[in-house]
């Protein structure tokens, strides 16, 4: 198992591969279908009141039941791997096979992407702390920032290669 600190590194993406196993720690941002596409939406209109750079950015919703992956495939939430990696998101964590294009996008930024367990109960343990930081209006699925310990992922994407 490979140790993860945010902020993360570049380099330390670069000597991951595909089927590395990875505990990931310190703050996290999530979100899902409706806030991901708000936010690359802010991006582009030059509003940058999230530092994204060395992030991660796990694809779930946010309740008192826990955090549990939803599907990374979904397009509102695909299309926004790619905008996301290229502001600095380095790991994307989320559950399913990426498209081509994709794959060859996170390769070009740098950045990987990496399956999670969907076991709510699990991830929820790791979950130290929690607080909204933008799209509030969206309750469970605004974009918040997590500070996790040893969340269990596997690289899926790394290099231009995919595990699928």
Same mark, same amino acid.
């Given at each position: 198992?490979?140790?993860?600190?945010?902020?993360?590194?570049?380099?330390?993406?670069?000597?991951?591969?595909?089927?590395?196993?990875?505990?990931?720690?310190?703050?996290?941002? &999530?979100?899902?279908?409706?806030?991901?596409?708000?936010?690359?939406?802010?991006?582009?209109?030059?509003?940058?009141?999230?530092?994204?750079?060395?992030?991660?950015?796990?694809? &779930?919703?946010?309740?008192?039941?826990?955090?549990?992956?939803?599907?990374?495939?979904?397009?509102?939430?695909?299309?926004s791997i790619q905008q996301?990696?290229?502001?600095?998101?380095?790991?994307?964590?989320?559950?399913g096979a990426l498209s081509?294009?994709?794959?060859?996008?996170?390769?070009?930024?740098?950045?990987?992407?990496?399956?999670t367990p969907p076991a709510?109960?699990?991830?929820?343990?790791?979950?130290?702390?929690?607080?909204?930081?933008?799209?509030?209006?969206?309750?469970?699925?605004?974009?918040?920032?997590?500070?996790?310990?040893?969340?269990?992922?596997?690289?899926?994407?790394?290099?231009?290669?995919?595990?699928?």
């Amino acid at each position: 198992m490979m140790q993860i600190i945010t902020p993360v590194d570049v380099k330390e993406i670069e000597k991951l591969q595909v089927r590395d196993h990875l505990l990931i720690s310190g703050e996290i941002f &999530t979100g899902r279908d409706a806030a991901l596409p708000r936010l690359v939406s802010s991006l582009k209109n030059g509003e940058k009141f999230l530092n994204l750079q060395g992030s991660v950015m796990m694809h &779930t919703a946010v309740s008192d039941a826990g955090i549990a992956p939803t599907s990374s495939n979904k397009v509102a939430i695909e299309k926004s791997i790619q905008q996301l990696a290229a502001q600095g998101v380095l790991i994307h964590l989320g559950k399913g096979a990426l498209s081509r294009e994709t794959i060859q996008a996170l390769g070009k930024s740098k950045a990987i992407y990496a399956v999670t367990p969907p076991a709510a109960a699990l991830l929820n343990s790791k979950v130290k702390s929690k607080k909204i930081v933008a799209f509030p209006e969206e309750g469970m699925e605004a974009i918040h920032q997590l500070e996790v310990v040893r969340i269990p992922a596997i690289v899926a994407i790394a290099q231009g290669k995919s595990i699928y």
